[in-house]
């Protein structure tokens, strides 16, 4: 199974709102992640390197 990770800084909307659009396909396991200290979700590079798709969301 593909495994797809939208980032931005704060994990606050933009990458949660991308995650929740593509959330109920079954072909893909989908997460959001933070790149700022104090994130929702922090991303990791354990979860970085789970990923075979990932996508920056840029302020």
Known sequence: ???FVF????NKLR????????ADR????VSSAGT???A???????RLLKA???CHLPD
């Not at 990458?15 to 593509?22: G, H, K, L, R, V």
């Not at 079954?26 to 396991?29: G, K, L, T």
């Not at 929702?40 to 354990?46: A, E, P, S, T």
């Open 52 to 54: 075979n798709m990932r």
């Open 7 to 10: 980032v931005c800084s704060q």
């Open 36 to 38: 700022d200290h104090d």
């Open 40 to 46: 929702d979700n922090l991303v990791g590079l354990v």
């Open 26 to 29: 079954d072909d893909i396991e």
């Open 15 to 22: 990458s949660p709102t991308a995650e929740q659009n593509i």
């Open 1 to 3: 199974m593909n495994h």
